[in-house]
Structure formats: structure tokens, C-alpha cells
């Protein structure tokens, strides 16, 4: 028999249909009921396509209306005083979304993924009350229709690493209150049937762990495997690999342990142990993280790897991770080009891949019916085809990008910055802003028009054009130093450049849950990258033409560029970065040549790239910080470089930040005051900075009054030759009723701190 099994499945619907009935009841259109309907149907399609694909292991509780941590504090009855006296649907949405007298909880990123999921909010005076009604209701709605799923759970010990202490203290101080409910839950779920398998995820094993949360593993699933004989219980983790907790782990009485092969290397150094302790590995060995197909030759000889160590029996082979990080079918890819969409795999696609490994690697080739046989060597094609491909192997590109030697610009920051404000004198506190203005509903509009083909060229470059001017004479009048402008032909910063660099691809349909309803579209890089002309020059230029003051270019980073895109995995993700980045050095010396003085490279997604292991930031700092200074490695001295980053916490990562040698960084710092920027102070950083000075995710106009105040505060950190003054992030998700009297009032604002200097 072949074994074969799911981590979990993305919930959100081909059609985004979850999306839709849910914003459709948030804006009261339709009753909860409806909610409940489509819920019902997605589950059931969910199901059944991963049964018709042959998959064993099919999981419940992986269905979420929100998000599987928020159904997690649910589940525990961890629900915050501000919202205790709601219930059911109401309760659960003004968690995630507040309501008119209570403050959202927090959301943040799912480890190194684009997921998002709510944070807990704990404290000693919580009284945890099992809330165990959606994980049995699941599991019965499958049961009906004659499946009997693996329960899928969220570990004690990764849903405590994930949460905070309202009450100050340290979440894992809580253990003890909280494993009672999993050990009741346990019992209740080992009454439902004979012999129920359960999956709980402890992706935070796959962390630098400190002793203090590896020591609570043995004693938490010694107490959880002995609950009922009636249970087998696997613990889950991926995106990286977990060798410290899995020691520990196999010493408990679970069933097994599920490993990602893919994104964790170092997993497969544990096998002696899992071998000898006699637990089931699921072994992940199909992607969940990325949209290419499964090289089924490459993967038997993994999985024979494996199974040299650890005996066949032991071994079920799986998604390397929840198939929530891929989009759901290719079927409704109609406009990609027939070659590349041969080399896609989206979550219905991989079930099959999924099914036809483990029938390969357990069966034997001799024993696939005519239809497997046929897809495995559609596989071997497909594969055999991208290795070799034109439209993905640029020699010349690749001849270029290796011999490139321009590694960073010339001069040293001290003198290129002498040069800069002498030719390019702006004042001090000069002001600025970080690229984007409103996104009217008429941009957006002309935008789809255009792409539609709806409306010719000329008119769309008009509308545009109109567009910039506006925001030209807007910021003059305001009397912001440094322009922008207003990036109104820009759908997003990375798709904008993706859909003008050879080797990059784009889906209909590819939506990948990013929280809640809301759903991203990632672009995806299948071959060498190149630049086969500006980008974004006639823009600038034009912009600049209608201004005596400087027009800031405006590009997005590399690194930035990679991170939010599927990026091919048959290269390297550095060696992917660099080509992009010698792209972009091309980019920024046409803008220069075309009499561009001052360029953004914005880096929005540089932290965001981290890996999760420290051993290995090292090396991604290297070539994240090389790329960077290639890209801008073609600018001359006079040329002034700035970057942008979305947050604020730099302590960790400041010397790489000023590694990265760029004369200007904008930075988000509005909600911090000051403190977080003291690090800047502390480690002597000496290039030029500019922390935002207002919120732009509100909608709330700050005062003069509040923004003298806030520059005041940076004044205590840095000296004014060194500051620059901006919002805190591009502008573009604001309306101009906000926008426009909170720039006009952050000018005041300068020219008011100015005065006082003097
Ligand atoms: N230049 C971009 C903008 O202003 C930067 C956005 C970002 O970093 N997220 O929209
Ligand atoms: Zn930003």
C-alpha cells in the first residue's frame, strides 16, 4: 500500500469563494448562514479532491474562517477581556478585525511565509476553558462523507512561542494552565473512533530554541502520547529543520514525526535516531512553499536516500508543508504560455504529485497502471524540458551577471556625501516623501483599462501624465523639497518591474491566502533575468521635466523583488538576486544619464527575508547586502542614493544596513518616537536618515503641533545635518483627504523646528 499524506490545505477556494461571502457578510450583504454554506462546500471539495487523488492522510481543522491560530484561541478559550462579552461569529471576527469599541488584536507574519496569522494575548489571571465545537464538527462533516481525517492542531508549544504576555512574564510561564486543555481535548477526540491520528504542528521547533523551550518538550508530549492508547500523534515541523527538538521528541511515545526534506537539508542527519526509535517519518518531499513541479526522479532518489536509513514501512511521504502557501488549481491558467505552464504545480496538481510518488517509490515503476505510467513520464518530460528550455537559459545573461565586477559604487560614503549637498543643496530636515501618492479609483481604473486594451496608449500615458502633474503642483504648493512622482502607473512594486524583466512570469489565478480574506497574486521568476529596456525612465523624466525641484527615481530592491515572487529553484536564490540586481544597475544608469539626481531603491522586504536559522543569516546577509550594492553600483557620486525599509526594529541588523552604503534611508519609525531609532545613534551610524514622522496605515491627520513634537525627539537622537523628514511608508493605500493636510502640516511642521534652530 502506498502512504502518502497532506499537512494541510489551503481553504480559501479556487475561486476565492471564502473571500467573497466573507466580505460580503462583514458588509452585511449576506447572513452568517451563507458563510456557513460556502464554508460547508469548500470543505467538502477540499476533501474530496484530495481523496479522488489518492491521498491517505487527509486532514480536519486545517479549514479556517480566519486564521488556525485565532480558531486556537478559540479552541482554549484565550479570549481577551476587551472581548468577552461577544460570542460565537461576532466574537471571533472582532478579534481578528476589532470592532467599533475594541482594538483588533495583532497579526503577524507566519515564520519566513507571506501568511499572517493573530497573536495571542495571554496573562496568569486567563481561565482556559476547552472550546473543542469546530474540531468536532469537522471532523464529523468529513466522516460523512466516508472520510476519516487526521486532526490537524496547533502545538502547546509553538501556540505559547507565538503569543504575548499582557501582563508581562514569559508566555511558556503558562504551560501549566494551558496543557490540561490540550490533554482534555486529546480525551475528547479519542472518544470520536477507533485509532484517530492527530497532527500537531510545532513549527517553532525548526528556531534557534533556547534550553528553557527544548526542556518542555519531553515532559508536554510524555504527558499528551499518554492521554489515550487510542491516538496517534504526529508532530509536524517545516521550513526548516528541527533536529534539536526531534532528538527530544523521539524519546516521547508519539507515532511519529513530520519533516521538511526541502527547506531543512539537516533533517536528514537525524535519521539513525528516527530509524532506531522506530516512529513513522513523514518525510516532506513535495513542496508546499513554491509553484514548481515535483522532479519525481529527483524525489525517489531522496526518498531512497531515506529509506536506506530509515525502513520503508516507517515512511509516508507528504507535502513538505501545508499547501496553504500555494495557489490552489492551474486549471484556470488560460493566457501562460503552454511550455511554462507545463513546469507549474499548484496545490490540486501537487495531490497527484503526491499520490504518483508514493505509488512509485512503494509499488515500484513496473507496477503503475497505463495512466501513471503516462504521468510519470509527462513528469520526467516536463522536467527534462525546463532543464533545457531557451525561454529559461540566457547565456548571455548569465555570462554577464557572472563576469560582472562592478560590486559598488565608487567613492566613500564621506566624500560622495560632501559632493551630494554641495550640487544637490537641500537643507537640512529636507523634506520628502516615499514614493506613492493616493491610488484613486480613476488610477486604478485607466490602469485596468489599459491592460484590458479597453483604451488605447496615448490615453492611458494622458491620464497618467495628468495624474503626475497633479502631484507635482500638489507638492510644490506644499512646499515638500524632494519630489515624487506619485508612482500612479505602478499596480505594485514588484509586479510593475516583474512584468518588465525577461524570465518573469505571471498567473490568472495563482491567489495565495495572505490573511484573512485577503489573497496576494505573487509573480514567479522561471529563467535568467534581464532587462530588455528602461523601465521606468520616460516617467521620471517626464516627471522631472515639470519641476525645478529635484524628482526622486524611484526602483524597488532586489532582494524585495525576490521575496515576493515564487522564485525557480532549479538556480540558487542568490545567484537569482544578483540578476536582478545587475538589471537594476542598468535601470539606475540610464536614470542617471537622463538627469535623475536622486534614486530610491526601496528594500520593503530585506528583514522579511531572514532566515529562520541564525547559522544561515550570515550568508544571506552577504549577498542580500552584495546585491544591493550592485544595483546601485553604476551610480556616480553625484548621484544620490536612497533606500527605503517597511519597519523600524534595526537593532539586530543595523551594521548590515549600513553596510548596504546607501546615502539616505527612510525608515519607518512614527509609532516608536524615538527609541527604536537610538541604535542608529549608538552604533555611530553615520549615513543620512529619514524615520517616518507620521502613521500612514491610519487614516488620522496628525497636528503641527505633534509632528514639531516628533522631530524634536529625533533631534535628541541625531544632529539635523543627518535627518530627513517623510512619512513612514509610501501613500498610495491613503485618500488625498488625508494626505494632503498631513503633508501640509508635516512641512509646518519643519519649517517651525527650522525656525527655532536658527
Ligand atoms: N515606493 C513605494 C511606495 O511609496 C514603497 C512602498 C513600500 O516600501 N512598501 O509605495
Ligand atoms: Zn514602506
Known amino acids: 500500500m502506498s502512504k502518502n499524506y497532506i499537512v494541510g490545505f489551503p481553504r480559501i477556494g479556487e475561486q476565492r469563494e471564502l473571500k467573497k461571502v466573507l466580505e460580503s457578510f462583514w458588509a452585511n450583504k449576506c447572513p452568517f448562514r451563507e458563510v456557513n454554506k460556502v464554508a460547508g462546500e469548500l470543505k467538502k471539495r477540499h476533501w474530496l479532491q484530495q481523496k479522488n487523488a489518492g491521498i491517505e492522510y487527509i486532514s480536519s481543522n486545517d479549514f479556517s474562517l480566519y486564521d488556525n491560530m485565532l480558531d486556537t484561541i478559540v479552541l482554549l478559550g484565550a479570549i481577551p477581556k476587551r472581548f468577552q462579552y461577544l460570542k460565537d461569529e461576532e466574537l471571533y471576527f472582532s478579534m481578528a478585525r476589532g470592532n467599533r469599541s475594541s482594538v483588533a488584536m495583532e497579526m503577524t507574519k507566519w515564520f519566513n511565509t507571506n501568511y499572517h496569522y493573530i497573536v495571542p494575548e495571554l496573562s496568569l489571571n486567563d481561565n482556559y476553558i476547552l472550546n473543542s465545537k469546530k474540531i468536532i464538527k469537522e471532523y464529523k462533516e468529513a466522516k460523512a462523507l466516508g472520510i476519516k481525517t487526521k486532526i490537524n492542531l496547533i502545538g502547546p508549544i509553538t501556540f505559547l512561542a507565538l503569543s504575548k504576555r499582557i501582563d508581562r512574564g514569559d508566555t511558556f510561564g503558562l504551560v501549566n494552565k494551558i496543557l490540561p486543555i490540550y490533554e482534555e481535548l486529546l480525551n475528547e477526540i479519542a472518544q470520536l473512533d477507533e485509532n484517530i491520528t492527530v497532527q500537531i504542528d510545532e513549527p517553532v521547533f525548526v528556531k534557534d530554541n533556547e534550553p528553557k523551550v527544548l526542556s518542555l518538550i519531553k515532559s508536554t508530549y510524555d504527558r499528551l502520547s499518554t492521554v489515550s492508547a487510542n491516538l496517534k500523534i504526529i508532530v509536524t515541523t517545516y521550513f526548516e529543520h528541527s533536529n534539536e527538538a526531534t532528538k527530544i521528541l523521539i524519546e516521547t511515545p508519539i507515532w511519529g514525526v513530520g519533516l521538511d526534506f526541502l527547506h531543512g537539508d539537516e533533517n536528514i542527519n537525524l535519521l539513525d535516531e528516527i530509524a532506531n526509535s522506530g516512529k513513522k517519518l513523514i518525510a516532506g518531499v513535495v513542496d508546499g512553499r513554491n509553484i514548481w513541479k515535483n522532479d519525481i ?3 525517489i532518489k531522496l526518498l531512497e536516500s531515506i529509506s536506506s536509513v530509515v525502513s520503508k514501512d516507517n515512511i509516508i511521504i507528504s507535502s513538505s508543508c501545508s499547501l496553504l502557501h500555494t495557489p490552489f488549481t492551474l486549471q484556470y491558467e488560460e493566457k501562460l504560455d503552454a511550455e511554462i505552464k507545463n513546469w507549474l504545480s499548484y496545490s490540486y496538481e501537487k495531490l497527484d504529485e503526491i499520490s504518483l510518488v508514493s505509488k512509485v517509490f512503494f509499488e515500484g515503476l513496473n507496477s503503475l497502471n497505463v495512466e501513471d505510467k503516462k504521468d510519470y513520464e509527462d ?27 562592478k560590486l559598488q559604487r565608487d567613492g566613500l560614503y564621506e566624500d560622495r556625501i560632501k559632493i551630494q549637498k554641495e550640487l544637490l543643496q537641500y537643507k537640512d530636515l529636507a523634506t520628502t516623501t516615499i514614493g506613492s501618492f493616493p491610488q484613486t479609483q480613476e488610477v486604478r481604473k485607466g490602469r485596468r483599462e489599459f491592460k484590458n486594451n479597453q483604451i488605447r496608449y496615448e490615453d492611458y500615458e494622458k491620464q497618467m501624465k495628468q495624474y503626475i502633474d497633479d502631484c507635482i503642483v500638489f507638492q510644490e504648493d506644499c512646499g515638500l523639497e524632494v519630489l515624487v512622482h506619485g508612482e500612479p502607473e505602478r499596480n ?20 495565495v491566502q495572505s490573511y484573512g480574506s485577503r489573497c496576494v ?3 514567479f521568476i522561471y529563467g535568467d533575468i534581464s532587462r530588455p529596456k528602461p523601465m521606468t525612465i520616460d516617467w521620471i523624466t517626464y516627471a522631472q521635466s515639470k519641476t525645478k525641484n ?9 532582494v524585495t523583488i525576490l521575496n515576493w515572487s515564487f522564485v525557480r529553484d532549479d538556480k540558487p536564490r542568490d545567484e537569482v538576486s544578483k540578476q536582478i540586481a545587475v538589471a537594476l544597475s542598468d535601470e539606475i544608469d540610464d536614470l542617471q544619464n537622463a538627469g535623475i539626481k536622486i534614486i530610491q531603491v526601496d528594500e520593503a522586504a530585506f528583514k522579511e527575508g531572514y532566515p529562520l536559522r541564525k547559522q544561515k543569516i550570515k550568508i544571506y546577509e552577504e549577498w542580500a547586502v552584495r546585491d544591493f550594492k550592485i544595483s546601485v553600483s553604476s551610480a556616480k557620486k553625484e548621484t544620490q542614493i536612497h533606500t527605503h525599509m517597511c519597519y523600524s526594529e534595526f537593532n539586530d541588523i543595523i551594521k548590515t544596513i549600513e553596510d548596504m552604503d546607501a546615502d539616505v534611508i527612510s525608515i519607518e519609525t512614527a509609532r516608536s518616537g524615538n527609541e527604536l531609532l537610538k541604535v542608529f545613534k549608538e552604533v555611530g551610524y553615520k549615513q543620512e536618515v529619514g524615520p ?4 500612514i496605515h491610519s487614516p488620522r491627520i496628525p497636528s503641527v503641533e505633534e509632528m514639531v513634537n516628533q522631530i524634536k525627539l529625533l533631534l535628541e537622537v541625531l544632529p539635523k545635518e543627518q535627518l530627513w523628514i517623510n512619512p513612514d511608508c509610501g501613500l ?16 509646518k511642521a519643519v519649517e517651525i523646528v527650522r525656525e527655532e534652530l536658527k
Open 550 to 558: 529635484i524628482m526622486k527615481g524611484m526602483l524597488t530592491g532586489p
Open 732 to 747: 498610495k493605500t491613503r485618500k488625498w483627504e488625508e494626505v494632503k493636510p498631513s503633508l501640509e502640516n508635516m512641512v
Open 492 to 511: 505594485d512594486m514588484v509586479e510593475y518591474f516583474g512584468e518588465q524583466l525577461q524570465g518573469y512570469g505571471f498567473s490568472q489565478n495563482g491567489w
Open 297 to 299: 526522479e529527483q524525489t
Open 692 to 695: 517616518g514622522i507620521y502613521d
Open 379 to 405: 513528469n520526467i518530460a516536463a522536467n527534462h524540458s525546463r532543464k533545457n528550455s531557451s525561454l529559461i537559459h540566457n547565456k548571455e545573461v548569465q555570462n554577464r551577471v557572472q563576469n560582472h565586477s
Open 521 to 523: 497574486k505573487p509573480p
